[in-house]
């Protein structure tokens, strides 16, 4: 069933222009940052030199890759949002599909989608990491290579939290400002009012844990360390949070006329 629904979905996004302009546009951009960031030159030395070296490479890779998460969730919320604005889904419903097949029509995209994403960071860090690692590291390509793995359900949850924003507000503006200012000015502002033992629990918090900031410990020593999960205990958190936006979509879906 889940393959048919993945389908059906990938026939309606597949000849939409919009879907392939930010996929084209996160692509673009995450590839251009990799090229002109390791071209830059520190004390006369390239910084990839450095920068994009087997293993640290993956840390950094992953770190950068989140920044365009934004643009996933952007893009699912017009998948989702456009259901309304045609009336598809009341079509759908009507032509015999639940509202949780709505919901897991649209979890499999943003699955097929994290996963894509996921293979393109992997090989881009295989393409940069050969490309700037001496031979005596390329022993160590693969160490740490599971941040990629934790990057994926990052990226999921950034998407299905975006899902869930336009089920809720059905309108795609304003879906897309009220998920942006969430999770980049009301879940930070929060933050600032809550102690590091009680705010490490927020999605946004636990979803960003996944991929730290480069040179993570240096940087918490200058600036002063928050309190945080381990990264496997965001990472379990971040997976219910996922199945608690799928939820939350579908009790919206199912509670609502169409």
Same mark, same amino acid.
């Given at each position: ?7 059906? $979905? ?78 598809? &889904? ?94 980049? &000015? ?33 940087? $918490? ?38």
């Amino acid at each position: 069933m889940t393959s048919s629904l993945l389908s059906i $979905e990938l026939r309606k996004l597949l000849p939409y222009r919009t879907f392939w302009v930010i996929l084209a546009v996160y692509v673009a951009l995450l590839v251009l940052i990799l090229y002109f960031s390791s071209h830059v030159t520190i004390n006369g030395q390239k910084a990839g030199e450095s920068f994009y070296q087997f293993p640290d490479l993956w840390v950094k890779l992953t770190y950068i890759a989140s920044y365009f998460n934004l643009l996933l969730g952007i893009l699912v919320i017009i998948a989702v949002t456009d259901e309304y604005a045609f009336r598809t &889904i009341r079509q759908q419903v009507i032509d015999g599909y639940t509202r949780a097949n709505v919901v897991q029509a649209k979890y499999s995209v943003v699955l097929l989608l994290g996963v894509v994403c996921a293979l393109l960071v992997f090989l881009l860090g295989i393409i940069f990491g050969n490309i700037f690692s001496p031979a005596s590291n390329t022993a160590n390509m693969f160490t740490d290579s599971h941040y990629v793995f934790f990057y994926f359900i990052q990226a999921v949850g950034y998407m299905t939290l975006a899902m869930l924003f336009g089920f809720l507000i059905k309108k795609s503006g304003l879906a897309i400002i009220a998920f942006l200012i969430y999770a980049k &000015i009301v879940e930070p502002i929060i933050h600032y009012q809550l102690p590091d033992s009680v705010d490490k629990y927020f999605p946004m918090k636990a979803l960003s844990t996944l991929t730290p900031i480069p040179n993570k410990e240096l940087f $918490e020593m200058v600036t002063g360390a928050s309190e945080s999960l381990g990264i496997w205990g965001a990472a379990a958190q971040s997976v219910i949070y996922i199945m608690l936006f799928c939820l939350l979509s579908y009790i919206l879906l199912r509670s609502r006329d169409l």
